[in-house]
């Protein structure tokens, strides 16, 4: 139900913008998220929007920027100013009724979309 893409081959200092379609029912209301696995690393969170506002992980506060076209059922993920470290794979995420402290936990998301590589080479 939830499709993610835009992921690519970039150069350090690049951009790229992933999306992610929902289809099957409207995610409007859902609290939606970007989370990343990096080589050798657990999943970790990135960016959400719950109830209208944004929250990011620290370490791409300022570069990244999550948003939302209701109209199209598809969340976005600005990311610019890559870094090699940034490079992983990306999964959206989405889950009602969730609490602000649950949000950066993928455990709180009852939907995944499949990933899309992000590769940002030095």
């Known amino acids: 139900q939830l499709q993610a893409s835009g992921g690519g081959l970039v150069q350090a200092g690049d951009s790229l913008r992933l999306s992610c379609a929902a289809s099957?029912?409207?995610?409007?209301?859902?609290?939606t998220a970007w989370f990343r696995r990096a080589p050798g690393k657990e999943r970790s969170f990135v960016a959400a929007l719950w109830r209208g506002k944004t929250y990011y992980a620290n370490s791409v506060k300022g570069r990244f920027t999550i948003s939302r076209d209701n109209a199209e059922n598809t969340v976005y993920l600005q990311m610019n100013s890559l870094k090699p470290e940034d490079t992983a794979i990306y999964y959206c995420?989405?889950?009602?009724?969730?609490?602000?402290?649950?949000?950066?936990?993928?455990?709180?998301?009852?939907?995944w979309g499949q990933g899309t590589l992000v590769t940002v080479s030095s």
């Open positions: 099957g029912r409207p995610f409007s209301s859902y609290t």
């Open positions: 995420a989405a889950g009602p009724n969730l609490i602000l402290s649950s949000i950066g936990s993928a455990s709180a998301y009852n939907y």
